[in-house]
């Protein structure tokens, strides 16, 4: 294959593994931002720690991946974002690592203090991803301040704060409003009993809140954009279709039909935004000489070949590992079902919960 063919196979795997990455952890996301408010007791909340529990590590490896195709295939684009966006990116990356810790030790110890504790660990682990995935994508799309390296490259040439303006904080409140509407779905459909009732009234509630905001983004980005092509304009109305589907299914009591539709929206959406930035990886809004593409961003001929063989093995095993955990675990969980809820797996036999 030509090198040209090879940056445009990359940058669409890339799409694909984003995609992978906000169908599987936007739910994760999701079901962590509501779980102080779904869960009324520590029976109920520690089901709905559990529907995470065997996915939820599983889930992150689409970031890696993500992450390392973006470094080995187009080293300009991963070196320039990087450092551009290190805070927020740094955010992200903390907010996942105590994210996992809390899910690890939260069932440690029956102290309702130490869960409370870990609970709220949970929540803005949750909550910061959520919102600044959206907030890096709208600064991705829109193009942020650059300028030529004398010694190669693209250099970042603005401060935190600028990526902090009304389109990218939009574009966050996107993100965070489908991510808790993904998982209120993926909680009625995976629990019974009072927590599926109130995850299938908040996916309602919230996924039109998410409607509206997301339109507004979808317009915006189109019209100001000066990239926007046919082909965006498609995955815009395939995201709002399905995601009209995925809040009449839910309305209707059908949570499957509901998750496949709103990860049909994750789709959609993902796709829009890639869309819209093609050719480019990571757009100039002051120099335009600086704005990178899958052209002058991209390795070698060589470098390419070789990930797409490795791409082409290691990819259906990894997908098919992935699709069994959840063909195992797919069972409706209850709170029934969690013997002894207060207690903690490391608790003295004297211990009790306070």
Known sequence: MSLEMLQ???FLLIAVL???YFVLEGFDFGVGVLLPFLGKNEAERRTIVTTLGPVWDGNEVWLLVAGGATFAAFPEWYATLFSGFYLPLLLILVALIIRGVAFE????????TWRKRWDAAI??????????????????V???????????????DGGFFNLLNPYALLGGLVTLTLFVTHGAIFLALKTDGEIRVRANKTAGQVGLVAAVLAVAFGLWTQFANSNNTVVSWVFLIVAVVAWVAALGANRLGREGWAFIFSSLTMLGVVSFLFACLFPNVMPSSTVADATLTIRNASSTEYTLTVMTWVAVILTPIVLIYQSWTYWVFRKRLSPSQI????????????EVSV
């Open 8 to 10: 445009n196979i990359w």
């Open 105 to 112: 030790f939260r069932s440690k110890r029956g102290s309702a």
């Open 142 to 156: 829109e193009g942020v301040p650059m300028i030529k390296n004398p010694a190669g490259g693209s250099l970042y």
């Open 123 to 140: 929540f803005v682990g949750s909550f910061l991803p959520a919102l600044l995935w959206g907030v890096a994508f709208a600064n991705i």
């Open 339 to 350: 013997p002894n809820p207060e207690k903690g797996s490391l608790d003295l036999p004297h």
């Open 18 to 20: 984003w995609i992978g």
